[in-house]
């Protein structure tokens, strides 16, 4: 009993001397996507879902600070919303606590990872692991582990070095923790559901292309 006490103190201490309060380039991207206070945007859609056949759609996107952001169509109801936001207001809402895991060369970059815990039970989400352009000052890859709906995985394309916001963003995510309803998507799609029936595990990706028409700072 007193030796598993010890261990658990150990670990304790273990979390604690990795922990910090926040990480100072991780606040550098947030203070950065701070300036942004709204923005519109004209928004083109893919899908890569092994058993789903449709064809590009668009939709429109808007944003305003501290509201969630919202999508529109005539074409489709745009679903999951929660990982398509890649305001990451929902990232940074309550206080948290981060953990460096040093650095990780992906595609010939060099990027930071770092670990984000919230410390308010209110949170969404579990734990994120998010990869920074520590140069750029913006988030290139995060992994959101939600309390509800599975991880979602968010890769982020930039369209010059100095952008804000990202022109290109490819969604992985866990379809069945999300309970995907087919009829979302609306007219031109095609369903193969025995393939769908007998894949164990269903997952897709969901691939924005957008196109910016207002940005306020």
Known sequence: MIQRLILI???ISSLSSLAQEQDEDLLRVKERLDTVSAFTADLKLDVDISFINMPQKTATVKFKKGEPMSFSSKEFALIPKRGLDFSFQELFEYPFITVDRGMETIAGKELKVVNVIPTDRKADFSIATVYLDVKAERIVISEISTKKDGTYTLLLDYSTSEAVLPSQVEVQFEMERIRLPLNFMGKGIDVDRKKMRK????????FLTMEYKTISY
């Open 9 to 11: 103190l150990l670990c």
């Open 199 to 206: 894949e164990e595990v269903k997952t897709g990706k969901i």
